[in-house]
Nanobody, 120 residues
Framework: QVQLVESGGDSVQAGGSLRLSCAASGITSSLYSMGWFRQVPGKEREGVATIYSNGHTGYADSVKGRFTISQDNAKNIMYLQMNTLKPEDTAIYYC??????????????WGQGTQVTVSS
């Protein structure tokens, strides 16, 4: 069973930086991708960044050039470096992992979330 634990959420001023971490356990060689979503109360959860098992990455347009997703495979930790933060980045950030199961389908696992608050 995959377990994901986020950390690093905090309150910062606009223009500041934060680094979120996601410690993963139960990850196998069937991992397809990991990534970050965020959610503001009353709105749908939004995909922020993804890193695939082949190392390719993808970003939402709203964070391109400001956020960087990376992974330390030896430690099973994924990071989200967030620079030039804006008030609209305020949200709960969730770590996700997609892993292929025995039937060839993807199972998605979620962390518990970490709060990021950016003040103007």
């Amino acid at each position: 069973q995959v377990q994901l634990v986020e950390s690093g959420g905090d309150s910062v001023q606009a223009g500041g930086s934060l680094r979120l971490s996601c410690a993963a356990s139960g990850i196998t060689s069937s991992l397809y991708s990991m990534g970050w979503f965020r959610q503001v109360p009353g709105k749908e959860r939004e995909g922020v960044a993804t890193i695939y098992s082949n190392g390719h990455t993808g970003y939402a347009d709203s964070v391109k050039g400001r956020f960087t997703i990376s992974q330390d495979n030896a430690k099973n930790i994924m990071y989200l470096q967030m620079n030039t933060l804006k008030p609209e980045d305020t949200a709960i950030y969730y770590c996700v992992a997609d892993q292929t199961n025995r039937w060839g389908a993807l199972d998605r696992y979620w962390g518990q979330g970490t709060q990021v608050t950016v003040s103007s």
